[in-house]
C-alpha cells in the first residue's frame, strides 16, 4: 500500500493532477461498537488497519504540501463480482449452489454492506465534486444482520439449503455491529 501509493502520488505530482482518492478502510478504526462518524477518532488493531491508517496520513500530509485536493475514502462492507472465494457472501453462494448445508456463528453481526457498483458511483462522483479535502465514509445506510443477509440469498438460491447458524463461534473481540453513520 505504502510503497504503490508514494509512485501514485508521485506521478499525480508530475502529471499535474488537481484531485487525488485513497482509499481506506473501516479497519483503521479497530474494533468499535455501533455506527460511527468521520470524527470518530482511528485506533487499528491489526496491521492491515495501521498500513491503511499510515497512507491516509502520508496521503494528506503529501497533498497538502504539494496543493492536491484529496479524498480518503474509508470502506466499510463491500460485495459484488469478482470478490474472492473466501469472503462470506460468495463463499455463501458456493456452497449454496454446490453442496448441502453450510455451519455459520449465529449471524447476529449487523453490517453496512454496500455493493460494489454503487461504491463505483461514488468514486466517480467524488472525482467530479467540489468537496473539501477529508476522510468521508463509504457504507450502506442500512445495517442488516448477516443471518438476514444469509437467509435471503439462501431462499434465492435454494430454499432447501441448510444454513447451521450457531454452530460456529464468534471470533475472539467478534464486532457485532459495524457501520457508519
Same mark, same amino acid.
Given at each position: 500500500?505504502?510503497?504503490?501509493?508514494?509512485?501514485?502520488?508521485?506521478?499525480?505530482?508530475?502529471?499535474?493532477?488537481?484531485?487525488?482518492?485513497?482509499?481506506?478502510?473501516? =479497519?483503521?478504526?479497530?474494533?468499535?461498537?455501533?455506527?460511527?462518524d468521520?470524527?470518530?477518532?482511528?485506533?487499528?488493531?491489526?496491521?492491515y488497519?495501521?498500513?491503511k491508517? =499510515?497512507?491516509?496520513?502520508?496521503?494528506?500530509a503529501?497533498?497538502?504540501? +504539494?496543493?492536491i485536493?484529496?479524498y480518503?475514502?474509508?470502506v466499510?462492507?463491500c460485495?459484488?463480482?469478482?470478490e474472492?472465494e +473466501?469472503w462470506?457472501?460468495?463463499?455463501?453462494?458456493k456452497?449454496?449452489l454446490?453442496?448441502?448445508?453450510?455451519?455459520l456463528?449465529?449471524?447476529?453481526?449487523?453490517?453496512?454492506?454496500?455493493?460494489?457498483k454503487? *461504491?463505483? +458511483?461514488?468514486?466517480?462522483?467524488?472525482?467530479?465534486?467540489?468537496?473539501?479535502?477529508?476522510?468521508?465514509?463509504?457504507?450502506?445506510?442500512?445495517l442488516?444482520?448477516?443471518?438476514?443477509?444469509l *437467509?435471503?440469498?439462501?431462499?434465492?438460491?435454494?430454499?432447501?439449503?441448510?444454513?447451521?447458524?450457531?454452530?460456529?463461534p464468534y471470533?475472539? +473481540?467478534?464486532?457485532?455491529?459495524?457501520?457508519s453513520?
Amino acid at each position: 500500500n505504502l510503497i504503490y501509493q508514494q509512485r501514485l502520488l508521485n506521478l499525480a505530482v508530475q502529471a499535474k493532477i488537481k484531485k487525488f482518492i485513497g482509499i481506506g478502510s473501516q =479497519a483503521e478504526y479497530g474494533k468499535f461498537e455501533g455506527k460511527i462518524d468521520e470524527s470518530y477518532p482511528p485506533n487499528p488493531d491489526s496491521s492491515y488497519g495501521a498500513i491503511k491508517l =499510515a497512507a491516509y496520513t502520508i496521503l494528506k500530509a503529501f497533498c497538502n504540501e +504539494n496543493d492536491i485536493n484529496w479524498y480518503w475514502f474509508r470502506v466499510f462492507s463491500c460485495f459484488g463480482e469478482r470478490e474472492s472465494e +473466501n469472503w462470506l457472501i460468495p463463499s455463501s453462494v458456493k456452497n449454496i449452489l454446490y453442496s448441502k448445508e453450510m455451519n455459520l456463528t449465529s449471524g447476529e453481526q449487523q453490517y453496512s454492506y454496500l455493493y460494489i457498483k454503487d *461504491l463505483a +458511483n461514488l468514486v466517480v462522483k467524488a472525482a467530479e465534486s467540489n468537496a473539501e479535502n477529508g476522510v468521508y465514509h463509504i457504507a450502506s445506510e442500512n445495517l442488516r444482520s448477516l443471518k438476514t443477509i444469509l *437467509l435471503k440469498i439462501k431462499n434465492y438460491l435454494d430454499p432447501d439449503f441448510r444454513l447451521n447458524f450457531g454452530y460456529i463461534p464468534y471470533r475472539r +473481540n467478534q464486532s457485532m455491529i459495524n457501520g457508519s453513520i
